[in-house]
């Protein structure tokens, strides 16, 4: 993931945890202080938040705007198209005359309590109506705390992980765009601060389990994602997790099925390099020996040679896959519409054709 996707997905976080919140059934004072810290955490990375205006943080008193810029410093200039206004927050001088000055009154002009790194996510991830989808991002985006140096309340990561570290939030995690950036392997994580290890090795244990159908919920996962036609997403995540398991040929067949697949829509450039990527790959397969899945690739390399518009070559490909396997229905089904297509493409013209069949008229 680049790192403006990354950001996207803590502004993700963000939005859903105040919105959460907003309606949740927590007093007005305990929304602002989860608010108000959520807010700092987000403009802790970077200060595109500090230039938005929140109608839900305006609603609880953490950031206020104004249509002429008030008096005090710590006032930000805010536009939307050709609109613009000011902006300060709770805390900022700006606030602190506005209170001193009546501008400011009642709940709102009282300072919100800012709470740990530890306890944010905890109170989140604990509100009445806080789904799998937003405890999945706080479990992706959770280590974030921890590489920052936040210090450690080891009660309260506990109490997260048991909050967190479930099917059902695994599922949303691996069904998340914003978990292409997490580890694929325990072996991937040497080097890195023992509780982010300790973090995602859960989650990384759940997804390479084997299913009922013996491939892992990962591998699954990848499969579902085919059928789906993001094949992209497919050729991108099968190389990476090839490199953590080379030897996997389910995802050595999903990586070559969607580039096979992409071919249909893309340019003629494009399509003659990924054709050459799959045969190159296919080829170095098969010749590597004990290949358990050997009529697939035979067959996927008859695949990218019709792609290459070399037929014979192809139909030996498919006819090698019927000597292993009589019943192979994939070569089969291809064989017969290879036939079909060569009827098919017949003009009629028996007097200009020198193929055998049954069109051409008997001479007597």
Not at 86 to 104: C, G, L, M, Q
Not at 238 to 263: Q, T, V
Not at 298 to 308: A, S
Request: net charge negative; hydrophobic share 35%; aromatic share 10%.
């Amino acid at each position: 993931m680049t790192e403006q996707e990354v950001m996207k997905g803590l502004d993700a976080l963000t939005v859903m945890t105040y919105n959460r919140t907003d309606k949740s059934s927590l007093s007005f004072a305990e929304k602002r202080d989860i608010l108000y810290s959520m807010y700092c955490f987000r403009c802790v990375f970077d200060d595109s938040e500090l230039k938005r205006a929140s109608n839900i943080l305006i609603k609880y008193g953490v950031s206020f705007v104004f249509a002429d810029k008030p008096d005090g410093d710590g006032v930000t200039e805010i536009t939307d198209g050709d609109k613009k206004a000011y902006k300060f927050d709770v805390y900022s001088p700006a606030f602190e005359a506005a209170v001193r000055n009546k501008i400011i009154t009642g709940e709102k002009a009282k300072l919100p309590q800012k709470l740990t790194m530890f306890e944010l996510p905890l109170k989140v991830v604990s509100l009445d109506d806080a789904d799998d989808d937003l405890k999945a991002l706080w479990y992706i985006y959770f280590p974030y705390v921890i590489l920052m140096g936040a210090p450690i309340e080891h009660d309260l990561y506990e109490q997260l992980k048991q909050k967190l570290c479930n099917p059902g939030v695994f599922h949303k995690v691996l069904g998340s765009r914003y978990s292409e950036n997490m580890f694929v392997t325990r072996e991937e994580m040497s080097g890195e601060h023992p509780l982010v290890c300790d973090w995602y090795g859960e989650f990384i244990d759940w997804k390479n389990q084997k299913t009922e159908k013996g491939v892992s919920r990962g591998v699954a996962f990848l499969q579902r994602r085919l059928a789906l036609g993001d094949y992209d997403y497919v050729m991108r995540e099968s190389e990476r997790m090839l490199d953590c398991f080379p030897d996997d040929e389910e995802l050595m067949l999903l990586n070559i099925a969607a580039r096979m697949s992409k071919c249909a829509s893309v340019d003629f450039e494009t399509r003659v390099k990924l054709l050459s990527e799959n045969f190159s790959l296919i080829n170095d397969i098969i010749t590597s020996g004990n290949v358990k899945k050997y009529n697939y690739f035979l067959y996927y390399r008859g695949l990218t040679r019709l792609g290459m518009q070399d037929m014979d070559n192809a139909r030996a490909d498919f006819m090698s896959c019927l000597k292993i396997d009589d019943k192979f229905e994939p070569a089969i089904m291809m064989l017969k519409g290879m036939e079909k297509a060569q009827q098919t493409d017949c003009s009629d013209s028996c007097s200009n054709c020198d193929k055998a069949c049954d069109k051409k008229p008997s001479r007597g």
